[in-house]
């Protein structure tokens, strides 16, 4: 079978490659991709910056069908649905796996990166890690439960977003996106969405689309002035920064009120940022910062979703055949797309 392989360290080295199918072994199952997204983290590692252990297959956003079971599966049969948690090898037995933190247990080695992922035909996934989809969710759809899931996590299980809530989110992509969504979903009232003039075309656009109640372009706006006008000075319950650009990440103290929270997704790149201690501190914020998934949050996703709360399918703008990854990998880069999913 072909697939999408990190063949190593630096930057670039991807190529379509032709692998064996894989073998489940005891308690795993063999899985058709029917689809996978494309990550900023496939980004990072095509450009040498997240850890990985070449060569590798990309891809750990994905939906497909179990055509075959290994040795000691019980709770799966041949023709199920499903999506998976991407955190494989976690030890079981440090202080965060016992207390239900697997995702980010220090030995966990994530599919499309750590061992391989998705950009191919076939997958091996630990049953333990699986979760069924329902008959009438596109796989389509399905591929986008894990970066949904992030967002759920992140904005309803750690930021705890709230009933009634005034919320902002900074970095239109994709997660920010999905982020809104969450918002919206928990009971926000007023969901603001800031982005840059780059994101106008595509980004700004769609959240527009998705009826969010108040859209900035930091070029034409100032989003603090706006804030300040529609909570009467107050400042935003939750802020929830998914851009991971410095100046956006110092901006959260400035658009919270007193005693709100910070939600921070996006990641930097870099070692350390500029931020406002002092003014945060002054406010008395509450900081929460996200990785990955709880086992918790994806089958509340999943509800969500197939509910119609969180509209997710509605962040995929582009597919590509698996062949033509060069080309989606640049849409992608260019900002020129939402989530992109290829198909095997």
């Not at 191919?120 to 069924?132: A, I, Y």
């Not at 969710?137 to 309803?156: K, L, Q, R």
């Not at 070029?219 to 998914?242: M, S």
């Not at 509209?311 to 033509?324: C, F, I, K, N, T």
């Amino acid at each position: 079978m072909q697939a999408l392989v990190k063949t190593q360290k630096g930057v670039g080295f991807l190529e379509l490659r032709e692998v064996p199918v894989p073998k489940p072994g005891p308690g795993e199952v063999l899985i058709a991709v029917k689809a996978a997204g494309i990550c900023a983290t496939d980004v990072h590692v095509k450009h040498d910056r997240f850890p990985y252990w070449p060569p590798v297959v990309l891809g750990h956003e994905f939906s497909g069908e179990i055509v075959e079971l290994g040795p000691e599966v019980q709770r799966f049969r041949v023709g199920d649905r499903v999506v998976g948690e991407p955190h494989t090898q976690a030890c079981g037995h440090c202080y965060l796996c016992r207390t239900g933190n697997i995702q980010i247990c220090p030995t966990k080695r994530s599919p499309g990166w750590g061992i391989d992922g998705a950009f191919t035909s076939f997958l091996k996934m630990p049953e333990r890690l699986l979760h069924r989809i329902p008959d009438d969710m596109s796989f389509d759809v399905a591929a986008v439960v894990e970066p949904t899931a992030n967002t759920v996590h992140d904005v309803i299980e750690r930021a705890k977003v709230e009933a009634g809530d005034f919320v902002v989110v900074l970095g239109p992509g994709p997660i920010g996106l999905l982020a809104g969504l969450t918002a919206r979903a928990g009971g926000a009232r007023h969901v603001v969405i800031i982005g840059a003039p780059s994101d106008e075309a595509v980004r700004l656009k769609k959240a527009r689309e998705l009826g969010f109640d108040t859209v900035i372009n930091l070029a034409e706006t100032n989003p603090v002035e706006v804030v300040q006008d529609l909570t009467d000075g107050i400042g935003a319950d939750l802020v929830i920064d998914c851009s991971g650009a410095p100046p956006a990440i110092a901006s959260t103290v400035d658009l919270v009120r007193k005693k709100g929270r910070i939600c921070a997704i996006g990641l930097t790149g870099r070692e350390s940022v500029s931020f406002p201690w002092d003014k945060a501190a002054s406010k008395v914020v509450d900081i929460a910062f996200c990785m990955s998934t709880s086992y918790t949050s994806w089958d509340r996703t999943i509800n969500l979703i197939a509910s119609g709360r969180i509209p997710a399918g509605e962040v995929v703008s582009h597919r590509y055949p698996l062949a033509q990854w060069e080309q989606a990998f640049e849409e992608m880069e260019a900002q020129r797309t939402l989530k992109v999913l290829l198909i095997p």
